[in-house]
């Protein structure tokens, strides 16, 4: 049994992808919770968490993904409405990439043998 890579996305990557830019919106930006998690379209409890590690902590995003999340923030930060926009650059840049095959070969080992893909580590 495997997952789908649209169910890697949506449970571990764009949870990990919020959780990075509601360090950058509440750190650097100094925003609010509630008005951070009301750009990311999540509850300031749910900034809260991502913040202290009780959720998106199982994977690590890669040096070059988290580039292109500060990328976003300051375009988010300059205009709220590309929020959408911009989750939409980072997951085809992930994608691109092939960094869901590194998170696919730790939880979605058995879909390896149907996509081709040949994760870095």
Do not use: F, H
């Not at 890697?8 to 764009?14: A, D, G, L, P, R």
């Not at 993904?65 to 650059?89: F, P």
């Amino acid at each position: 049994m495997y997952l789908l890579p649209q169910e890697i996305e949506v449970w571990y990557i764009i949870p990990a992808v919020r959780k990075e830019l509601a360090k950058l919106l509440t750190q650097r930006y100094e925003m609010s919770y509630e008005r951070a998690g009301k750009i990311l379209g999540i509850s300031k409890a749910a900034v809260s968490q991502y913040l202290s590690n009780k959720r998106a902590n199982k994977i690590e995003l890669s040096s070059e993904v988290k580039k292109e999340i500060v990328k976003s923030a300051t375009v988010i930060v300059n205009d709220q409405k590309n929020m959408l926009g911009e989750m939409q650059r980072i997951l085809k840049y992930i994608k691109d990439k092939k960094c869901l095959c590194d998170v696919c070969k730790k939880y979605n080992k058995d879909i390896l043998n149907y996509c081709g893909c040949e994760p870095k580590y």
